[in-house]
């Protein structure tokens, strides 16, 4: 999180569970970010490309969305969970912008 904040990045979890299981979850891990839920129709989901209709649920993904609304890096499947290039591509997007005019 740390890493984040520094970048000025704003983190934020979305998932296809309903609100209390958010809940549970977050209180579980001592998370300190928002979890925001897809439960009612998946919309979020479906528009990010990542909805499994087949299973009802979104792939696990990170996203890194630029100013401009932009996706600017993107992490699947186990690598999403570690979250290993996200922490990075927020400071690459802090120091563009610090460099620009």
Known sequence: MQKYEESGAKVFAISTDNSPSQ???AESLGL???LL???LDR???K???IYMPKYGIAN???FVIDKDGKIAFMEQGGDALKMLGAP???SRLAH???AAP
């Open 60 to 62: 696990r993904v990170t």
């Open 23 to 25: 809940k549970a979850f």
């Open 32 to 34: 300190t970010f928002p």
């Open 37 to 39: 839920s897809d439960f």
């Open 96 to 98: 563009r912008k610090a």
């Open 88 to 90: 990075d591509a927020c």
């Open 43 to 45: 919309q979020v989901s």
């Open 47 to 49: 528009e990010y490309g």
